[in-house]
């Protein structure tokens, strides 16, 4: 049985294309219908609105440069304050996809460079992404195509291109792998960074050194021909199978695990109609019915950053980092870098900092999210509520539950998160936190810090 209201069918949606929602966010999407939130969802053109913070905002004052994890924690709170939600899941998903890792980058400037590329091509066509991909400086430093040469062949990006980022396991022969790394020979870093240490204006850059391309002849996927990297990109990214594990791998990001051959082949279709446009095939997979059938429904384990980012967004944390910024803004740049630190650190201590996958094939996902060690962590995210003088928002999230009984309160609380515990396992945190709503005669952050705690725990909000 599919989802069976257009409100249930909305809130499916936010949950999986925009990052959660508390119940404000859905109400306004209410009026637009489903596929008026999906055109709304796309519009990457609208402000990106929330906190305008530096990247730089986020450096360690302890050091002169911008190392990578500076970057996850600011990116963390982006995510959180965009009010363009698709537009980071988008490049979350392709942040997975191409695996690259701030783990040996470790320099903050390629690794951000990287990030807004995959932003800003992300949701156009796949060849134009792909090709800039192959070309960026964090990748080349990351899979060794600097040091890809004519004398010196270095197949490693040429593996990964052929079987992660376009073809897959199977579809290729070893004889193409080292054919494409000749054809990608001649990409190396631009000399002369020492500058770099310095002004924080300068961009890492990459050049062609013809005199270090292979130029001869090779044999690729049963074509031959002179080819170098741009004849490399287009021929992977208009050939049939790219198309068919990309647009799988996206359903299943965005939808449920295997989808049936019959899906996929419409899939391709618009892909191969569209030359590979990512936008257009995200609209097909939103306005499939299958996107929201029961099959769908609640059928994804939550990443650490879905489950992060839905349950902060889900309790309007980001309107009260405003108010908070608005008011304090001299002094709460340190505090709010820390809230991005923590944010960051949090996600990884679950399975997940931000451009740093654990290999060039990204993260497991699906069950491998969840452990017993995993779990700990995620119940331990409602300690970023704990109130104390440098992070107040467990008191000021508090304030929005109205002063009632533990039942009501609870009840509340689910709706805001979108948790679809059930009646009695609503009763079992009701009659726990009961002591403390005595106590203290009103939702208090202590009370709330113990709700949030067995609410994140649950089996259920373990699902999107």
Request: with cysteine; charged share 25%.
């Amino acid at each position: 049985m599919a989802l069976d209201s257009e409100k249930a069918k909305i809130a499916h949606l936010l949950r999986r294309a925009g990052l959660g929602a508390s119940p404000a966010e859905l109400e306004h999407y209410l009026p637009l219908g489903y596929a008026g939130t999906v055109d709304a969802l796309l519009d990457f053109r609208r402000e990106s609105g929330g906190l305008s913070l530096s990247v730089w905002a986020a450096k360690d004052p302890r050091y002169r440069e911008l190392f990578s994890f500076s970057v996850s924690a600011w990116w963390s709170l982006k995510m959180l304050m965009t009010r363009n939600p698709l537009e980071e899941k988008l490049s979350l998903f392709w942040s997975d996809h191409f695996g690259l890792s701030g783990h040996k980058v470790e320099m903050g400037r390629p690794v951000f460079q990287f990030y807004e590329l995959l932003r800003r091509k992300g949701s156009g066509r796949f060849e134009e992404l792909l090709r800039a991909v192959t070309r960026d400086p964090a990748m080349l430093t990351f899979l060794d195509g600097a040091q890809n040469t004519r004398e010196h062949p270095n197949e490693n990006y040429a593996r990964e291109l052929l079987e992660l980022f376009t073809l897959g396991i199977g579809h290729y022969s070893e004889q193409d792998v080292q054919e494409a790394a000749r054809a990608l020979s001649g990409f190396e870093l631009m000399p002369g960074l020492l500058g770099y240490f310095f002004r924080r204006s300068i961009r890492f850059n990459a050049i062609f050194n013809k005199d270090k391309h292979d130029s001869g002849v090779k044999k690729i996927l049963g074509r031959s021909g002179n080819f170098g990297a741009d004849e490399l990109i287009e021929m992977l990214a208009g050939h049939p199978q790219t198309a068919r594990h990309l647009v799988t791998k996206l359903w299943e990001y965005f939808a449920y695990p295997h989808p049936e051959p019959e899906l996929v082949d419409r899939l391709c279709a618009v892909w191969g109609a569209s030359r590979g446009h990512i936008r257009t095939v995200l609209r097909e997979i939103f306005s499939a019915a299958e996107f929201c059938s029961a099959r769908a429904e609640r059928a994804l384990f939550k990443s650490p950053v879905d489950f992060t980012m839905g349950t902060l967004r889900a309790l309007g944390t980001q309107g009260i980092i405003s108010a908070l910024v608005g008011g304090f803004r001299a002094g709460w740049r340190k505090p709010l870098a820390d809230v991005a630190g923590y944010i960051a650190f949090s996600m990884s201590n679950m399975g997940q900092l931000l451009l740093h996958p654990p290999t060039v094939a990204g993260w497991d996902g699906g069950p491998a999210w969840i452990s017993s060690g995993s779990m700990l962590e995620r119940m331990k995210l409602a300690d970023i509520f704990n109130a104390d003088d440098d992070s107040p928002l467990g008191e000021l999230l508090a304030r929005q539950f109205k002063t009632g009984s533990a039942s009501q309160f609870v009840s509340e609380l689910l709706e805001k998160l979108d948790a679809p515990l059930g009646e009695e396992k609503a009763e079992l945190i009701a009659r726990h936190i009961s002591p403390a709503l005595a106590k203290a005669g009103k939702v208090d952050g202590r009370v709330f810090h113990q709700a949030l705690s067995l609410v994140l725990a649950s089996p259920e909000y373990q699902m999107m």
